[in-house]
C-alpha cells in the first residue's frame, strides 16, 4: 500500500525557516517523480515543486530561490526546505506521488500545516 507521511510544519514568522519531511512507504521514492503542493484556505492549489527521478529540481515561481526539495533515499524520504517564509506561504502542505499537473492531483498524504505570521 503506498502511504504518504508529511510533517514538520508549525507557526513561525516572516523570513523564518521551515524543513518539512514526506516519508514513504509502499514503494521506493527514488525510483520515483515527486511533487509539493500547498492549499491556502479559501484558495486553489499550488504547485510549489518537484524532483525527477534522476534527481532534477523544478519550482514554482512564488518559491523559486527560497524553497529547496531534497531526499533521502536510504529513509525514503522527501524533504522541502522551505527559506525566507512570507505570510502568503500559509497553507498546507502536501507531498504528492503521481502528480497530474492539469488537474492538481495524485497521491497524497494529509498534509502539514505551515502558518506564517507576524
Known amino acids: 500500500e503506498v502511504r504518504l507521511e508529511e510533517s514538520g510544519g508549525g507557526s513561525v514568522r516572516p523570513g523564518e525557516s521551515v524543513t518539512l519531511s514526506c516519508v514513504a512507504s509502499?514503494?521506493?521514492?527514488?525510483?520515483?517523480?515527486m511533487n509539493w503542493i500547498r492549499q491556502a484556505p479559501g484558495k486553489e492549489v499550488e504547485w510549489v515543486g518537484g524532483i525527477n527521478r534522476v534527481g532534477a529540481k523544478y519550482y514554482g515561481d512564488s518559491v523559486q530561490g527560497r524553497f529547496t526539495i531534497s531526499r533521502d533515499n536510504s529513509k525514503n524520504t522527501l524533504y522541502l526546505h522551505l527559506n525566507d517564509l512570507k505570510i502568503e506561504d500559509t497553507g498546507m502542505y502536501f507531498c504528492v506521488k503521481e502528480f497530474e499537473m492539469s488537474t492538481m492531483t495524485g497521491i497524497r498524504g494529509r498534509g502539514t500545516q505551515v502558518t506564517v505570521s507576524s
Open positions: 509502499g514503494f521506493t521514492l527514488g525510483y520515483v517523480a
